[in-house]
């Protein structure tokens, strides 16, 4: 029985009968057993701190009592589990708790379609909203984006590895440079980098010989996630807006990981103050149970019935979750919280790039954030070309898992160590979170150095 209630046996079961495509459980090689606010228990007894959070999706940690109160009512209320898109009053509590959410200005015009439980479904309905209105085939994406792993979804996507082996993607998809400041498009970085990539989009759209058709629209993310968690300053999110109204483009705002107060906001797009044709939404918007949406202009809103379906959009149980995840956000600020707490772990992490030598930039907004691991050593005299260093990343990331940290690494590379914990975080717990991870940095640069050295 003892030999039961240890992590390796549930890990070589798993890796016996899941999918060779699974991929959390290479690097974070635990069973978990219980879970609590931003803390979860292995099988083991060991406690760890859970700055995954199940990629942004666990906005009020691991069991929130409003998310446990939310489901029991549900239960006790004898409420239907499963209704297609058939209307309920939780449903339309819902709708009007995420309307309220929304700007004023967005949502007096909006419409609402309930997808499959994916962002990438809600993605997929956005794409086929924006051609049908438009009549128009092209979609305009931009380099580091990520948008979900279904067909049309992974053509958008700027890693190549996912997609490489996939033939017959959604044709009519161009890439566009995303401003990576510490990694600039264009070898320049800062204001003179994004006002450049400005320039070449207005005019690859002004230009009759660029080789892509009208666009029928263009999705981003305000912080792009799995790209590295990079912000887009708000003066370029500002020109995008301008330059798709100008050309009469639906600009499709990925909101799945930044939205509902994760960036300091309620939704990254509030930031730059501008108006999205379309958001997509999901992660947190269903109380940690399964839940997407699009939220458009009703001028949009040409497709015909069942145009986009989904036999699980109606997934009566996130709603309730859902609606008491907004409120419980609003009434305590955690979006306010949510941007205080996060300058104070940049406080902290920028500290720990002065103390080590293999932290190339800290970046992000509110409690998304990004450290990019990079090989100092080998940088010469190119500091805007520093090369990512995957291998100490990945040490970086073994070394906060052993000392009781559960976080991600994204980016290009692998090379980003990113941060998603619960807003529900406090400072204290931030500290304790920067405390371990200043003591795994210095631990994986001794174990690389020592390795060179055996090598040399």
Known sequence: MQDILKNKPFLDVQ???????RSYPRRIPIAISEANGIY??????????????????????????????????????????????????????????????????????????????????????????????????????????????????????????????????????????FPYDYRCPFGVGGKDGYEIGVSYIEQLLHDPESGIVPPAGMIMEIIQGEGGAIPAPDQWVREVRRITKEHEVPLIIDEVQTGFGRTGKLFAFEHAGITPDVVVMSKAIGGSLPLAVIVYHKDLDQWNPGAHAGTFRGNQMAFSTGTATMKYIKENCLADHADEIGQRFLSHLREIQAQTN????????????????????????????????????????RECFNRGLILELGGR????????????????????????????????????????????
């Open 15 to 21: 890796a016996k009968r899941e999918s060779n495509a």
């Open 40 to 177: 979860v228990k292995d099988v083991e007894g060991k406690l760890y701190i859970d700055c995954l959070g199940g990629a942004g999706t666990l906005a009020l940690g691991h069991n929130h009592p409003v998310i446990t109160e939310a489901i029991k009512r549900v239960l006790d209320d004898k409420l239907p589990l499963h209704t297609l898109d058939l209307t309920t009053p939780v449903k339309e509590e819902f709708v009007e708790e995420l309307f309220s959410t929304l700007p004023e200005d967005f949502a007096k015009n909006a419409k609402i379609q309930f997808c499959g439980p994916s962002g990438s479904d809600a993605v997929e309905a956005a794409l086929k909203l924006v051609k049908t209105a438009t009549g128009k085939r092209s979609i305009l994406a931009y380099q580091g984006g990520y948008h979900g792993m279904t067909h049309g979804s992974l053509s958008l996507m700027g890693n190549l590895g996912p997609k490489k082996q996939i033939t017959g993607l959604m044709p009519d998809v161009h890439f566009l440079p």
């Open 358 to 397: 293999c932290i190339g930039d800290v970046r992000g907004r509110g409690l998304m954030i990004g450290v990019e691991i990079v090989n100092k050593e080998k940088a010469g005299m190119d500091t805007r070309n520093v090369p990512a260093h995957p291998k100490l990343a990945s040490l970086i990331q």
């Open 413 to 456: 590379h692998g090379s980003v160590v990113r941060f998603l914990p619960p807003l529900i975080i406090t400072a204290e717990e931030i500290d304790n979170v920067s405390e371990i991870f200043l003591e795994a940095v210095k631990q994986a640069e001794t174990e690389i150095n020592e390795r060179i050295e055996q090598e040399v």
